[in-house]
């Protein structure tokens, strides 16, 4: 979409559209996770270790994985699958713990790392460029995870697809393991836009940009938006959504029940924090 027209003019009208809140799940311009440009700053925000951007701190994915294991007290060589692996920081972590691990994400960037990481250092874990929401396994796994909120950016819809496919994957007695958003993680944060220049080598393009971010709140449907609007020099215009569904521990038991899950505990985080009202993360380990 360009918001110049054929006589190099503005179009108010296209402009005035970019500044309105999206309705719910609104499509953007793009996945954004298979663009070769941002998904390489994505990689360089996951392997940032003075940053939570990406992923969580390496001391702290151990000090989980630990936890987690120690939970589930299961026998080496149990089949571990990672959904939204990134660059595979987890996935690394559960084979060391003696898991026989399968790693998939849809960013080519990621993959390739922890691919590279793997051959170097002799891991035999499979990683898998595709999207998650296509995975059709069948009591094959003792584990499945989404870790760092990848379930609150998903739809209602396919939150719910991808919820069937992983009770369908595991085996009787298998585990997931997921973290979702509260409310209190938003509690600063109140609807707002806001602009700036950005000039060659930014986070969401190479070229020179005017970036608009603008967040909304859907109350109704306990959803934040963060939209990111790109203007370039010619008139060219590029939006991302990132959509961040919150819950209480309330809601998030209800999603598991629903789909068949039994919630064995929750936790301010998945390394075992007990869980009191203000947390802005819920840990929660749910069993088939």
């Not at 836009?193 to 109350?219: A, P, V």
């Not at 301010?268 to 819920?282: D, H, M």
Request: negative net charge; glycine residues 6%; charged residues 30%.
């Amino acid at each position: 979409m360009k918001l110049l027209s054929a006589k190099g003019l503005l179009n108010f009208n296209d402009l005035e559209k970019i500044t309105k809140k999206p309705k719910l799940f609104a499509k953007d311009d793009g996945n954004f996770w298979q663009d070769p440009y941002i998904s390489e700053h994505l990689l360089y925000a996951h392997l940032d270790d003075d940053s939570d951007q990406g992923s969580r701190k390496y001391d702290n994915i151990i000090q989980a994985v630990n936890w987690l294991c120690a939970y589930m007290k299961l026998p080496e060589d149990s089949k571990y699958l990672d959904l939204g692996c990134g660059p595979g920081l987890y996935s690394e972590n559960f084979f060391g713990q003696g898991f026989d691990v399968i790693g998939i994400d849809f960013s080519e960037n990621s993959i390739n790392y922890a691919k590279e990481q793997a051959a170097e250092f002799g891991y035999p874990i499979q990683y898998l460029c595709k999207d998650y929401l296509e995975i059709d396994y069948e009591n094959e796994f003792d584990v499945v995870s989404l870790i760092y909120g990848d379930l609150c950016v998903l739809s209602h819809q396919d939150r719910d697809k991808l919820l069937k496919k992983v009770y369908k994957a595991l085996k009787p007695g298998g585990f997931l393991i997921f973290d979702v958003f509260t409310k209190y993680y938003f509690e600063t944060r109140e609807p707002d836009q806001s602009w700036y220049i950005s000039e060659e080598d930014g986070f969401w393009s190479e070229k020179e940009h005017l970036l608009l971010q603008s967040h909304y709140k859907y109350k109704k449907d306990k959803v934040r938006l963060d939209k990111y609007t790109l203007i370039f020099n010619d008139g060219e215009m590029r939006t991302h959504h990132i959509w961040k569904h919150y819950f209480s521990v309330k809601r998030a038991i209800a999603m598991a029940e629903e789909h068949g899950f039994t919630v064995k505990d929750y936790w301010a985080n998945l390394r075992g924090k007990p869980y009191e009202v203000g947390s802005p993360w819920i840990g929660m380990i749910v069993q088939k």
